[in-house]
């Protein structure tokens, strides 16, 4: 089991960057792929990006590619995204999920555990 917890939302202007935590407990978490995702007010919650539990692997929404970076350290139990070049189409809660398999999955009903979420909002 992890426990998820996401920290560095808040309020940018159009064409800024934010860097969000997710920090984990628990003694598993190098075996669990990560992903970030983000629900806008009346929208699904997306996937954003993902990253595999060993770092090796990355994959990105086509939207973000280019602009979002996704990290992790293992021996700190972090996981991290840079989010640069930020629009106000990218205003959203962002949450991070973790799921006990390798591979990257881009449906949130595929990931087991869930941060409470942190709020992004880009001005224009």
């Known amino acids: 089991q992890v426990q998820l917890a996401e920290s560095g939302g808040g309020l940018v202007q159009a064409g800024g960057s934010l860097r969000l935590s997710c920090t984990a407990s628990g003694r598993t978490f190098s075996t669990y792929t990560m992903g970030w995702f983000r629900q806008a007010p009346g929208k699904v919650r997306e996937f954003v990006a993902g990253i595999t539990w060993s770092g090796d692997s990355t994959y990105y929404k086509d939207s973000v590619k280019g602009r979002f970076t996704i990290a992790r350290d293992n021996a700190k139990m972090l996981v991290s995204l840079q989010m640069n070049s930020l629009t106000p189409a990218d205003t959203a809660v962002y949450y991070c999920?973790?799921?006990?398999?390798?591979?990257?999955?881009?449906?949130?009903?595929?990931?087991?555990?869930w941060g409470q979420g942190t709020q992004v909002t880009v001005s224009s």
């Open positions: 999920a973790a799921r006990a398999f390798y591979d990257i999955r881009e449906l949130a009903a595929d990931y087991r555990y």
